[in-house]
């Protein structure tokens, strides 16, 4: 693909700013978090050009921002994050995605690496046997006519409710699992039917269960409060979405979004951009299923976290209470919320749109659960599934300057097909299996397409959000075992 | 003459579809989904399925076929190799799509697509082509 010839000016070491003048229609500036090395692979492609395009949108505030793990994406480039007002602003399907609600949750055990590295093929089976992945995976529970109305109202909620998990569960979710102004009214028969058979499923593409050690800490008492103690620990993170609902919701609204932009005098250089107005029917409906879409996804990953603490604990023989298996903590990162930012000194009430990007909310503030109010909200910067993940926590910069907002992955620099040229599914498997990484899969082209290669160097991304004061290192992981969807 | 071409997209996939008319070229980017998703090699013709659509315009009617397609996929894991187009204009068609049920011992799933994305969407009326980006 062309690369991008558009201006980039430096701001520091980790900030560039595309200027309003770029492009006429551009309402404010653009703003990419990046180091020079990351900027010349940014300009290999169109990210920037969607950084520019995010900036067209109606009612947009202070940047179009772009996370250090930006990549060409569609409409949206993804780790991108844009914040609109109420008043005159816009709400847009294609700035969530597709995958609504894709996140991640992060369990702690009290095991050792010595506990499981022995055990961890029987464990990896165990987990492969228990949570349903990949293409068109169907999961263990059947809902029945009406129920599925329910999970979409109350997302984590209903699984505990139904014997997964447990409640403690929920403080330690972002929204706690059930994002207020679900409205499954708004939500077609369609997009039910997709999700009615898949809620507790992984699905396929880059989600995954993973089987880590800390391997490394560098803020020991933030860290000692969400119970990472010690390099060696073992960690288990959970990684996928809304599945088929989740997928059908934004199809839905893109497409009415579409046909509504006449009516509302909107003019965008991507169609995949289309919004309506916050205030509109259409954005107000838009915005009640896609809180619907978000519960599902907390269902379903509440639903795995479950079996995943079942297999554990049947593997290695022990009972849930002395394996620990808290969580602590799920994000979101992709979705739309309302909340409260400062603008220009005053607190305005704002759509912060986050697509590939996370939540990262400072110590204090309200939304953080009550046990890390002193700490600040825990960020899970899961990388690719040969190397090293991250746990961050939100900083009051992030609050001034990206809404609240960090990176969310290591972002792809490679496509799945120049991915797959490179390496085949069986070399992967043998090079990870080489790094002590066991892994299971339905599909060898898919781990292919998931190689360490497609992907940035996840720790030169968190390097980035670190060093610009948008999050904080607290710890990183390293996976022993990995199960692809 | 080659049915579609897959094209680079980093974090996606997408294709062009080619046709000697447009209907055939919207045919063959099913096929070429179809294809993204599993091998169609071994799919036998044995299931029928009919769509029909009507649509504010073209590109908007080739984003809801696709994605129509895909839910079809995700509800009765469906595998279609065959699209008939019974009728085609610049807002509505309607098709007759057979496959048969995606089963385990003789198929192989791929990867899975979440969607058709209106990015990059391009119907050509004259080249009879059409181009589209999948969300994966």
């Given at each position: 693909m062309a690369t991008w010839n558009g201006p980039l000016e430096k701001i520091d070491n980790y900030r560039w700013q595309i200027p309003k003048?770029?492009?006429?229609?551009?309402r404010v500036p653009g703003l990419i978090y990046a180091d020079a090395d990351m900027v010349k692979q940014i300009k290999e492609e169109q990210g920037p050009e969607q950084v520019a395009n995010v900036a067209?949108?109606?009612?947009?505030?202070d940047y179009s921002l772009a996370m250090p793990d930006i990549h060409w994406g569609y409409g949206f480039p993804i780790g991108g994050v844009a914040a609109m007002r109420l008043d005159d602003g816009v709400v847009s399907p294609g700035g969530v995605g597709?995958?609504?609600?894709c996140g991640v949750r992060l369990l702690r055990t009290n095991l050792m690496k010595d506990d499981v590295a022995p055990k961890v093929k029987p464990l990896m089976d165990a987990l492969y046997n228990s949570v349903p992945s990949g293409v068109g995976s169907r999961g263990r529970i059947k809902l029945k006519g009406g129920d599925i109305n329910e999970v979409l109202r109350k997302g984590s909620r209903w699984a505990v409710e139904h014997g997964y998990g447990r409640p403690e569960d929920l403080e330690t979710t972002e929204e706690s699992g059930e994002m207020a102004?679900?409205?499954?009214?708004?939500?077609?028969g369609r997009a039910k039917e997709r999700g009615e058979p898949q809620l507790g499923t992984l699905g396929s593409g880059n989600h995954f269960l993973e089987v880590a050690l800390v391997d490394k800490i560098n803020e020991p008492d933030i860290a000692r409060a969400m119970g990472i103690n010690e390099v060696g620990q073992v960690m288990l993170y959970v990684h996928c979405g809304s599945r088929g609902l989740g997928h059908q919701v934004a199809d839905d609204y893109v497409k009415e979004m579409v046909r509504a932009m006449a009516k509302y005098g909107i003019n965008l250089p991507d169609r995949q951009l289309a919004c309506s107005p916050v205030k509109s029917p259409e954005g107000q409906s838009y915005l009640g299923a896609m809180r619907c879409a978000a519960n599902y996804a907390w269902a379903n990953r509440q639903c795995i976290a479950h079996w995943v603490r079942e297999a554990f604990c049947q593997v290695l023989g022990i009972k849930e209470a002395d394996a620990g298996?808290?969580?602590?903590y799920d994000v979101a990162h992709n979705i739309a919320k309302i909340e409260e930012h400062q603008v220009n000194g005053q607190k305005l009430k704002l759509c912060v749109h986050r697509k590939g990007a996370t939540r990262a909310f400072p110590a204090g503030h309200p939304d953080v659960p009550r046990k890390y109010a002193h700490i600040g909200q825990p960020v899970l910067i899961p990388g690719d599934m040969g190397r090293l993940s991250y746990v961050l926590v939100g900083t009051e910069r992030a609050m001034q300057e990206t809404f609240g907002s960090t990176c969310h992955g290591a972002g792809r620099v490679q496509s799945r097909s120049a991915a797959k040229r490179h390496l085949s599914g069986r070399e992967v498997l043998e090079s990870l299996a080489s790094r002590g990484i066991t892994v299971r899969t339905g599909s060898l082209p898919g781990l292919a397409e998931e190689a360490s290669e497609a992907y940035k160097d996840v720790t030169s991304v968190v390097g980035v959000a670190h060093n610009a004061g948008i999050s904080k290192i607290v710890a990183r992981t390293r996976p022993i075992g990995v199960i692809k969807g | 003459m080659k049915r579609y071409k897959l094209i680079e997209h980093t974090a996606d996939m997408g294709l062009v579809a080619y046709g000697h008319d447009l209907a055939d070229a919207f045919a063959n980017a099913a096929y070429g989904l179809f294809a993204i998703i599993a091998d169609?090699?071994?799919?036998?013709?044995?299931e029928s399925r009919q769509i029909e659509l009507q649509e504010e315009d073209v590109e908007t009617l080739l984003f809801e076929w696709l994605n129509r397609l895909l839910y079809v996929f995700d509800v009765e894991m469906l595998l279609l190799k065959r699209f008939d187009m019974e009728h085609f204009d610049d807002s509505s068609l309607k098709a007759t799509c057979y496959g048969e049920k995606y089963d385990p011992a003789r198929h192989r799933l791929k990867r899975g697509v979440k969607s058709a994305t209106y990015h990059m969407l391009k119907v050509d009326r004259e080249r009879n082509q059409v181009r589209v980006i999948f969300d994966v």
């Open positions: 003048s770029y492009k006429t229609g551009m067209f949108l109606p009612g947009i505030v597709f995958d609504i609600n102004g679900a409205d499954p009214s708004k939500v077609s298996l808290e969580l602590i | 169609l090699g071994r799919v036998k013709e044995k």
